[in-house]
């Protein structure tokens, strides 16, 4: 056997040991690793293959680990549930990506601000709403009373889509159970959601933000606050009225908690 064939067999006999059980090239299945790799191995029980579980998933240019992480649901912290997605790739994002950017603030936040996305200084810092859309949110949430020290704040995805593009139904659907999971720990006694993705992921919608906002929601039985994300006041400042209309409802709403 050459020295490259060599390489290659041992290389299949290496994910074969790691419970690996086909061979996944663009997306599909071409044949057996026990095959390939020309080895005989014990059966290996099926996986589950749950969302809640985040098992990474095959895609061009990646492989998983071998290594299934818990699910999501029986991690009990904020900490334990960030190393999770600090080395997360379930979905193509993981390979632009410079850091995950999971979210930062009070673990007893009597209120989480949910974003859409990361943007190129997020991505470069690793923390959420850092750049000219984070300061007016700074601004915004002191001018009702919440310095950023006692908020939650996070993003629905939690890797920067290549040019700030748009989040993919994909990409929604593989970040969203690390979401979930923040909110179910956090437990806040409000959530603002500050964009279109982010409104509509939580509120499980179609409607855009303009047709959420000015009504108080609920996700899991906490009141949802629906509007603009800062970046679009940069873009369009006569949106600032209904942004203060809505903080107005949103504080109106922790007073009487």
């Known amino acids: 056997m050459n020295g490259a064939a060599d390489l290659l067999s041992r290389y299949l006999r290496q994910r074969v040991e790691l419970g690996e059980t086909e061979l996944v090239f663009e997306g599909q299945p071409l044949r057996s690793l026990k095959e390939a790799a020309s080895v005989s191995v014990a059966p290996t029980p099926s996986r589950t293959t749950d969302r809640t579980t985040h098992r990474p998933i095959a895609a061009a240019g ?9 699910p999501l649901v029986a991690l009990g912290s904020l900490g334990e549930l960030g190393r999770i997605a600090s080395v997360c790739t379930a979905c193509e994002l993981a390979e632009t990506r410079n850091h995950v950017v999971f979210g930062e603030g009070s673990a007893q936040a009597d209120l989480v601000v949910v974003g859409e996305a ?11 709403f850092v750049g000219r859309a984070g300061k007016l ?3 915004l ?6 310095p950023r020290e006692s908020v939650y704040i996070c993003n629905v995805l939690k890797c920067r889509p290549p040019r700030n593009r748009n989040p993919s139904p994909d990409e929604v659907a593989s970040c969203s159970p690390f979401l979930q999971r923040q909110l179910a720990l ?4 409000a ?18 933000i303009g047709r959420l906002r000015g009504v108080v929601h609920a996700f899991e039985g906490i009141p949802l606050v629906p509007t603009y994300h800062p970046a679009a006041l940069l873009r369009n400042p006569g949106w600032i ?13 922790l007073d009487a908690e």
């Open 186 to 189: 956090l437990q806040p006694k």
């Open 137 to 139: 949110l700074d601004q």
């Open 241 to 253: 009225r209904p942004v203060w209309e809505d903080l107005q409802r949103l504080r109106t709403l």
């Open 62 to 70: 990646t492989r998983p680990s071998g290594v299934e992480p818990p």
């Open 191 to 208: 959530i603002l959601a500050c964009g279109t993705f982010s409104a509509q992921t939580l509120l499980e919608s179609s409607e855009p």
């Open 118 to 128: 990361p943007g190129a200084d997020e991505d470069r810092s690793g923390r959420p």
């Open 141 to 146: 949430l002191a001018a009702i009373g919440f």
